[in-house]
């Protein structure tokens, strides 16, 4: 008896404590006085704790797994505390069973993985008002449980503080008569940490959201002259980019995968942009018309509260439960409870179970927003949004005549805007249903998918019809427009795909128009090229016409085409496309995850690539957020959760650390949002001091004028100007170096002194000078060695000849005359060979080799004759 008094302990500690082991809920504070609970720490110091604390791990928000339980449970709740090492439990209900004996069965799961599994009777565990299950008896079950560090020992410490730790804990109750399943209820476990704070970030992004639609008015109602104000305006953050951001973060939660509850946590915080704002008020009306027909969330992927699903938590099966030997649970401590405060509530039906996040109805869960209410809900704060503009630009412009009146602003104030307030209204209503396309587009087909109440079905498919058509009518009619009044021509092109590198590493290919001016210069690569058909503005129009500069066309359809480069002016059309496709994928393909992961991934991608061509935008800053950060958010959004298809069958920690990467990269996204807006603010604060003389801080003005320098240039759209031509080559000139040379040996050479002066080695460097102690050479017109070229078997001959030997050659000629009688022809000399007259001192040659040279260039002379 007493092993089995302590079996039935220890079951009772894992019982107790894993009834606790996730999180997620708002604790209500029930009890008005502070009460304390008195506990020893370690060092064995009593302490006084706040009994209203929160416990480390606690039960949030449970459901009805069965459908039709035959218990109602209206409290299923339990709590672990490690400060003093305690579990608390609670069970409460009724039921209309006259009389049943009963079974129960505890799991609690985490991460998708069972941690504990118990199952019992109710007699053996003392729970009397289930001893035996009584119509006329209230249940209630309730229990302090002390536990020991080794009971705890399993679990890790990081489980106690990681955000959104995911678990569940199922109560499954059988009726031991028929053996069948009489209740089910699953309730989902937290630590209180958590990545959902929408009353913080929520307000934080409303906060910027709000500044860029201040920022973005002023610049457009600013001014008198409108092609300068359409410039400005142009370069303010556009509050379509905002929500174009935000649409993408919150509404990555209608893929029908099972999400890690990290993400719906995280994009929580964006739901207001989505129109999923929550009111009781608003949901108890919506639900009067919806009726019961709730629809059912197992549609697109979701278990719903209130429908049969035994396979949450693995399932069970009865042949175990009635086939073995049941366990026993002793409380070993129960007393008179206070009201604990850290309890969730039931769900509102429509909900999934807690602890289920799958497809746009789990993403929707922590909104406490049921799937079938996600349409009229989006729908009706989507028209009080409409409501809001309107009347805020009508009392905008009565404020500016009261203000006007007290003489608090001048009269010229603003006086294009007072002029056309009306104008201005109707742009701006239709800015809003153009920036939220997407989401009413999604919503309506979401609702077709979903298939609820049939009065809202009904309401969908006829604002869808309203809006898909009015839309893309405006938008057809904008561009007839433009082409009817701008003189463009249409006719058959070519596109061409230009092979280029981008950041001068990664290959990449343009594409261009063969007609366009990106093909006029002849150094681009191009790698194929299609047919294509192109419209272009014909050359030589004013500048009047130019679609920027067309007063007419900015006042009636601005609102669509002046955040566009002038090149790019139909860009608006191209988006709307685009919107919808990818809204066929989220709302149109609900519950079929293969189809919408690689269906979106293949649109994302494309249009990454064609928005990256186009660079739609006049702004670069508008540009690097729109079209680089969002778009690879997109692409690599997708990508990652195509792993969270239940196909895949991975685990659930390991899909929790991909939810974490996903929460980095569209993090990394809002920061750049936020640090956009707050650039784009300062930057139409200098758009608005654009007339007065003097800015402060003056040290920031030679930065304003770069900012409109940079802002006229891009208001041009030229395309940028070839490079230059490299510069041309220099000629050659001829030139030579001279390294090493050779002396070739002349006639002087075969005198004993002088090669006796001159080194062994004749090609040295050393040959080339003169020796130190030249021999005197009197009366010589030569001042230093001539060195010639002599081709190879020339004869050498010498460079000069002094006076003395020309006159010993004239006597030798008239003695060989009178003697032979023969005349001797005169001899000519080359041009080169001119006697350059020297001082007679400067070289100084002993007669005896004077001598002996004479006598050879006479023999020399003779031969020559």
Same mark, same amino acid.
């Given at each position: 008896?007493?092993?089995?008094?302590?079996?039935?302990?220890?079951?009772?500690?894992?019982?107790?404590?894993?009834?606790?082991?996730?999180?997620?809920?708002?604790?209500?504070?029930?009890?008005?006085?502070?009460?304390?609970?008195?506990?020893?720490?370690?060092?064995?110091?009593?302490?006084?704790?706040?009994?209203?604390?929160?416990?480390?791990?606690?039960?949030?928000?449970?459901?009805?797994?069965?459908?039709?339980?035959?218990?109602?449970?209206?409290?299923?709740?339990?709590?672990?505390?490690?400060?003093?090492?305690?579990?608390?439990?609670?069970?409460?209900?009724?039921?209309?069973?006259?009389?049943?004996?009963?079974?129960?069965?505890?799991?609690?799961?985490?991460?998708?993985?069972?941690?504990?599994?118990?199952?019992?009777?109710?007699?053996?565990? =003392? %729970?009397?008002?289930?001893?035996?299950?009584?119509?006329?008896?209230?249940?209630?079950?309730?229990?302090?449980?002390?536990?020991?560090?080794?009971?705890?020992?399993? %679990?890790?410490?990081?489980?106690?503080?990681?955000?959104?730790?995911?678990? /569940?804990?199922?109560?499954?109750?059988?009726?031991?008569?028929?053996?069948?399943?009489?209740?089910?209820?699953?309730?989902?476990?937290? =630590?209180?940490?958590?990545?959902?704070?929408?009353?913080?970030?929520?307000?934080?992004?409303?906060?910027?959201?709000?500044?860029?639609?201040?920022?973005?008015?002023?610049?457009?109602?600013?001014?008198?002259?409108?092609?300068?104000?359409?410039?400005?305006?142009?370069?303010?953050?556009?509050?379509?980019?905002?929500? #174009?951001?935000?649409?993408?973060?919150?509404?990555?939660? #209608?893929?029908?995968?099972?999400?890690?509850?990290?993400?719906?946590?995280?994009?929580?915080?964006?739901?207001? &942009?989505?129109?999923?704002?929550?009111?009781?008020?608003?949901? !108890? #009306?919506?639900?009067?018309?919806?009726?019961?027909?709730?629809?059912?969330?197992?549609?697109?992927?979701?278990?719903?509260?209130?429908?049969?699903?035994?396979?949450?938590?693995?399932?069970?099966?009865?042949?175990?439960?009635?086939?073995?030997?049941?366990?026993?649970?002793?409380?070993?401590?129960?007393?008179?409870?206070?009201?604990?405060?850290?309890?969730?509530?039931?769900?509102?039906?429509?909900?999934?179970?807690?602890?289920?996040?799958?497809?746009?109805?789990?993403?929707? &869960?922590?909104?406490?927003?049921?799937?079938? !209410?996600?349409? %009229?809900?989006?729908?009706?704060?989507?028209?009080?949004?409409?409501?809001?503009?309107?009347?805020?630009?009508?009392?905008?412009?009565?404020?500016?005549?009261?203000?006007?009146?007290?003489?608090?602003?001048?009269?010229?104030?603003?006086?294009?805007?007072? +002029?056309?307030?009306?104008?201005?209204?109707?742009?701006?209503?239709?800015?809003?249903?153009? %920036?939220?396309?997407?989401?009413?587009?999604?919503?309506?087909?979401? /609702?077709?998918?979903?298939?609820?109440?049939?009065?809202?079905?009904?309401?969908?498919?006829?604002?869808?019809?309203?809006?898909?058509?009015?839309?893309?009518?405006?938008?057809?009619?904008?561009?007839?427009? +433009?082409? +009817?009044?701008?003189?463009?021509?249409?006719?058959?092109?070519?596109?061409?795909?230009?092979?280029?590198?981008?950041?001068?590493?990664?290959?990449?290919?343009?594409?261009?128009?063969? !007609?366009?001016?990106?093909?006029?210069?002849?150094?681009?690569?191009?790698?194929?090229?299609?047919?294509?058909?192109?419209?272009?503005?014909?050359?030589?129009?004013?500048?009047?016409?130019?679609?920027?500069?067309?007063?007419?066309?900015?006042?009636?359809?601005?609102?669509?085409?002046?955040?566009?480069?002038?090149?790019?002016?139909?860009?608006?059309?191209?988006?709307?496309?685009?919107?919808?496709?990818?809204?066929?994928?989220?709302?149109?393909?609900?519950?079929?995850?293969?189809?919408?992961?690689?269906?979106?991934?293949?649109?994302?991608?494309?249009?990454?690539?064609?928005?990256?061509?186009?660079?739609?935008?006049?702004?670069?800053?508008? !540009?690097?957020?729109?079209?680089?950060?969002?778009?690879?958010?997109?692409?690599?959004?997708?990508?990652?959760?195509?792993?969270?298809?239940?196909?895949?069958?991975?685990?659930?920690?390991?899909?929790?650390?991909?939810?974490?990467?996903?929460?980095?990269?569209?993090?990394?996204?809002?920061?750049?949002?936020?640090?956009?807006?707050?650039?784009?603010?300062?930057?139409?604060?200098?758009?608005?001091?654009?007339?007065?003389?003097?800015?402060?801080?003056?040290?920031?003005?030679?930065?304003?004028?770069?900012?409109?320098?940079?802002?006229?240039?891009?208001? *041009?759209?030229?395309?940028?100007?070839?490079?230059?031509?490299?510069?041309?080559?220099?000629?050659?000139?001829?030139?030579?170096?001279?390294?090493?040379?050779?002396?070739?040996?002349?006639?002087?050479?075969?005198? *004993? *002194?002088?090669?006796?002066?001159?080194?062994?080695?004749?090609?040295?460097?050393?040959?080339?000078?003169?020796?130190?102690?030249?021999?005197?050479?009197?009366?010589?017109?030569?001042?230093?060695?001539?060195?010639?070229?002599?081709?190879?078997?020339?004869?050498?001959?010498?460079?000069?000849?002094?006076?003395?030997?020309?006159?010993?050659?004239?006597?030798?000629?008239?003695? +060989?005359?009178?003697?032979?009688?023969?005349?001797?022809?005169?001899?000519?000399?080359?041009?080169?060979?001119?006697?350059?007259?020297?001082?007679?001192?400067?070289?100084?040659?002993?007669?005896?080799?004077?001598?002996?040279?004479?006598?050879?260039?006479?023999?020399?002379? *003779? =031969?020559?004759?």
């Amino acid at each position: 008896m007493a092993s089995r008094r302590t079996s039935g302990v220890l079951c009772a500690k894992f019982l107790s404590f894993f009834l606790v082991l996730l999180m997620l809920h708002r604790p209500v504070l029930a009890a008005s006085d502070t009460r304390y609970v008195q506990t020893v720490d370690d060092s064995g110091n009593t302490v006084y704790l706040d009994d209203a604390r929160r416990p480390a791990l606690y039960t949030g928000d449970y459901g009805d797994c069965l459908g039709d339980s035959l218990i109602n449970v209206t409290r299923f709740d339990a709590a672990y505390y490690k400060d003093n090492m305690t579990v608390v439990f609670h069970l409460r209900g009724n039921t209309n069973v006259k009389n049943e004996s009963l079974m129960m069965y505890i799991g609690v799961f985490a991460y998708g993985e069972s941690r504990f599994t118990l199952t019992f009777n109710p007699c053996d565990a =003392n %729970i009397a008002s289930l001893c035996p299950m009584n119509a006329s008896v209230p249940i209630e079950a309730s229990g302090i449980i002390p536990v020991s560090p080794s009971d705890v020992a399993g %679990i890790p410490s990081i489980a106690l503080t990681i955000p959104d730790f995911e678990g /569940q804990a199922l109560l499954r109750i059988f009726a031991n008569s028929t053996e069948s399943e009489v209740g089910c209820y699953s309730a989902v476990v937290t =630590n209180g940490a958590t990545f959902s704070h929408p009353s913080a970030v929520g307000t934080v992004m409303g906060i910027f959201t709000l500044i860029a639609i201040v920022a973005s008015f002023a610049t457009a109602a600013y001014g008198d002259d409108i092609p300068t104000m359409r410039k400005h305006y142009a370069h303010s953050l556009s509050v379509f980019v905002v929500f #174009a951001v935000l649409h993408h973060v919150f509404f990555t939660g #209608a893929l029908s995968v099972n999400w890690p509850s990290v993400l719906p946590a995280w994009w929580s915080n964006f739901a207001w &942009a989505g129109g999923m704002i929550y009111s009781n008020h608003m949901q !108890n #009306a919506v639900e009067k018309l919806t009726g019961s027909n709730l629809g059912s969330t197992l549609s697109v992927g979701a278990a719903g509260a209130g429908y049969t699903t035994n396979d949450v938590g693995g399932g069970y099966s009865i042949r175990e439960i009635y086939g073995r030997s049941l366990s026993n649970i002793y409380r070993r401590a129960t007393h008179n409870e206070t009201e604990r405060s850290w309890y969730g509530d039931a769900v509102r039906e429509g909900l999934p179970l807690p602890g289920n996040y799958s497809g746009f109805a789990g993403t929707l &869960a922590p909104e406490n927003i049921p799937a079938s !209410n996600a349409f %009229i809900t989006g729908f009706l704060w989507f028209l009080v949004l409409i409501a809001v503009i309107a009347a805020a630009f009508a009392s905008f412009r009565w404020l500016l005549e009261a203000l006007t009146a007290i003489k608090l602003v001048r009269k010229d104030r603003l006086g294009t805007y007072k +002029r056309h307030w009306i104008e201005f209204t109707v742009a701006a209503v239709l800015r809003a249903f153009f %920036i939220g396309f997407f989401m009413m587009m999604f919503l309506t087909m979401f /609702q077709f998918t979903y298939r609820g109440s049939p009065g809202v079905t009904a309401i969908a498919a006829i604002l869808f019809v309203i809006y898909f058509v009015g839309m893309f009518a405006i938008a057809v009619f904008a561009i007839y427009y +433009r082409l +009817r009044r701008g003189n463009y021509h249409a006719g058959p092109d070519r596109l061409n795909f230009e092979r280029k590198r981008v950041w001068k590493i990664i290959p990449w290919y343009g594409v261009s128009l063969k !007609n366009g001016k990106e093909t006029e210069n002849s150094h681009k690569v191009f790698a194929g090229s299609i047919p294509w058909w192109s419209v272009q503005q014909v050359k030589g129009e004013s500048q009047g016409t130019d679609i920027h500069h067309d007063e007419d066309y900015i006042r009636k359809f601005g609102w669509l085409a002046s955040r566009f480069r002038r090149t790019r002016w139909w860009f608006f059309a191209a988006w709307l496309l685009y919107e919808f496709v990818r809204a066929c994928f989220y709302g149109g393909a609900a519950g079929h995850p293969m189809v919408q992961v690689f269906g979106l991934l293949a649109v994302e991608t494309i249009a990454l690539i064609a928005i990256i061509t186009l660079r739609p935008f006049e702004a670069t800053r508008l !540009n690097a957020l729109m079209v680089y950060f969002l778009g690879f958010s997109k692409v690599l959004t997708v990508a990652l959760s195509a792993a969270f298809d239940i196909r895949f069958n991975l685990g659930r920690i390991t899909t929790t650390a991909i939810g974490i990467v996903i929460i980095v990269i569209q993090g990394i996204l809002v920061v750049l949002l936020l640090i956009s807006i707050a650039v784009g603010a300062f930057s139409s604060s200098m758009s608005l001091s654009r007339n007065r003389a003097t800015f402060k801080p003056k040290s920031w003005t030679p930065l304003r004028e770069k900012y409109f320098k940079h802002i006229n240039k891009a208001a *041009d759209d030229l395309p940028p100007p070839p490079p230059p031509p490299p510069p041309p080559e220099e000629p050659k000139e001829p030139y030579f170096n001279v390294t090493s040379f050779r002396r070739c040996p002349k006639i002087e050479d075969e005198e *004993d *002194d002088v090669i006796a002066s001159f080194p062994e080695d004749p090609t040295s460097l050393e040959s080339s000078q003169p020796p130190k102690t030249r021999p005197s050479r009197s009366h010589s017109l030569q001042s230093q060695r001539s060195f010639t070229t002599v081709p190879y078997g020339g004869r050498v001959h010498r460079a000069s000849w002094s006076s003395r030997d020309f006159i010993a050659w004239q006597e030798g000629n008239r003695h +060989r005359s009178s003697s032979t009688r023969i005349a001797s022809p005169p001899i000519t000399m080359h041009p080169l060979e001119r006697v350059r007259s020297i001082d007679s001192d400067e070289i100084e040659k002993p007669p005896a080799q004077e001598t002996k040279a004479v006598v050879n260039e006479k023999n020399l002379a *003779d =031969n020559a004759t």
